[in-house]
């Protein structure tokens, strides 16, 4: 799962710290999120999959389609 948010933030040539300003965390929380030492808030959970374009299942790996649900 952390890999994936990891991937994804580098396909979009994104910061860390974009993606925490996205979120309204601090850089420090983010990288968190992404090393797995800090669980994401499913509110998290949810602007990450909108802003990509993708489905929660996706980001945290239960499926590998990128497609979010209708």
């Known amino acids: 799962m952390y890999q994936r948010l990891r991937d994804l933030r580098e396909d979009k040539d994104l910061t860390q710290q974009e993606l ?9 929380t983010y990288s968190r999120y992404e090393s797995g030492v800090l669980d994401i808030p499913s509110s ?19 499926t590998n389609n990128k497609r979010p649900y209708r």
Not at 20 to 28: D, E, F, G, N, P
Not at 44 to 62: H, M
């Open 20 to 28: 925490a300003t996205l979120l309204k965390v601090s850089q420090t």
């Open 44 to 62: 998290s959970l949810i602007k990450l999959a909108e802003f990509y374009k993708t489905s929660i299942d996706f980001l945290v790996g239960l």
